[in-house]
C-alpha cells in the first residue's frame, strides 16, 4: 500500500518568514495531494491540494509543488502569522479517494 | 446543509463493551470514510464506502464493522473494545468525478477505552 513520509516534525519560525513541509509517497499511482491543517481538538481542515497532472498550485500565502519523478511534493507557507500556528499533515490519495496520511508537523510561530 | 455529523462526541468505554459511532452526510455524496487518529499521529483509514451497500476495508480495520444502508448514515461498530482502539475517529465524505476531491470531514468523536 501507499506509504508517506513527512518532515520535519516540528517546525518554529519567526513571524514574517516562510515555512515549508516536506512529503514523500511511494505508490506512483497516487493521483492527488491535500494538504490539511488541524488546530487542537479540531477536524483536519483542507488548505490546499494538488492533482499529478499539476506541478505547481497557489492560493494567496499558501502554495504547493509537486514532483512526480521523484514522488514528492511540499507545502510552502510565506509571510507566517501566528495563526498559522497548527498541525499540519499531507496526504496522498489512490483509489476510491482513499486518503493515507503522513505523520504531522507541528507548526509554531512566534511574534 | 449541516455537512458531516458525527455522533457521540465523547465516550469512554469498558474494556469488552461494544458501541456505534454515528456518522451522517446531508450532501448526498456516494463515498465515505472512517478513519481513527492516535494521539500525535496523522490518521489512518479504517474502512470506506463507495455507495449504498458497498463497502471495503481500509489500512486498519481490524476490530471495526460498518455497514452502509443509506447514501446518508455510515455507522462505525466496535465490538469487544480494547484500550488500542481509544482514538479520535474522524468520518469523512466526498463527490467522486467532481471538479476536486475534497473530502469534508466530520468533527470526530473522542473514545476512550480503559
Given at each position: 500500500g501507499e506509504?508517506?513520509?513527512?518532515?520535519?516534525?516540528?517546525?518554529?519560525?519567526?513571524?514574517?518568514?516562510?515555512?515549508?513541509i516536506k512529503c514523500t509517497y511511494s505508490d506512483s499511482a497516487s493521483n492527488y495531494f491535500p494538504?490539511?491543517?488541524?488546530?487542537?481538538?479540531?477536524?483536519?481542515?483542507?488548505?490546499i491540494d494538488i492533482r499529478s497532472n499539476v506541478g505547481e498550485k497557489k492560493d494567496?500565502?499558501?502554495?504547493?509543488?509537486l514532483n512526480k519523478t521523484a514522488k514528492h511534493f511540499s507545502l510552502h507557507i510565506t509571510e507566517t502569522q501566528p495563526e498559522d500556528s497548527a498541525v499540519y499533515f499531507c496526504a496522498a490519495s489512490t483509489g476510491y479517494g482513499k486518503l493515507t496520511f503522513g505523520q504531522g508537523t507541528i507548526l509554531t510561530v512566534h511574534p | 446543509n449541516a455537512g458531516v455529523t458525527q455522533t457521540p462526541k465523547f465516550r469512554i468505554l469498558k474494556i469488552g463493551q461494544s458501541m456505534t459511532l454515528q456518522c451522517a452526510q446531508d450532501m448526498n455524496h456516494n463515498y465515505m470514510?472512517?478513519?481513527?487518529?492516535?494521539?500525535?499521529?496523522?490518521?489512518?483509514?479504517?474502512?470506506?464506502?463507495?455507495?449504498a451497500g458497498i463497502t471495503?476495508?481500509?489500512?486498519?480495520?481490524?476490530?471495526?464493522?460498518?455497514?452502509?444502508?443509506?447514501?446518508?448514515?455510515?455507522?462505525?461498530?466496535?465490538?469487544?473494545?480494547?484500550?488500542?482502539?481509544?482514538?479520535?475517529?474522524?468520518?469523512a465524505s466526498r463527490v467522486p468525478g467532481g471538479s476536486t476531491d475534497t473530502q469534508y470531514f466530520g468533527p470526530g468523536t473522542r473514545l476512550t477505552v480503559l
Open positions: 506509504n508517506v513520509e513527512q518532515h520535519p516534525s516540528t517546525l518554529s519560525v519567526q513571524e514574517g518568514d516562510s515555512a515549508v494538504w490539511y491543517k488541524q488546530e487542537l481538538g479540531k477536524r483536519p481542515q483542507l488548505i494567496q500565502r499558501i502554495a504547493v509543488t | 470514510y472512517w478513519y481513527r487518529q492516535d494521539p500525535g499521529m496523522g490518521l489512518k483509514l479504517i474502512y470506506y464506502s463507495v455507495g471495503d476495508k481500509g489500512e486498519v480495520p481490524n476490530g471495526y464493522n460498518v455497514s452502509r444502508s443509506t447514501t446518508e448514515d455510515f455507522p462505525l461498530r466496535l465490538e469487544l473494545a480494547a484500550p488500542s482502539q481509544t482514538s479520535v475517529y474522524f468520518c
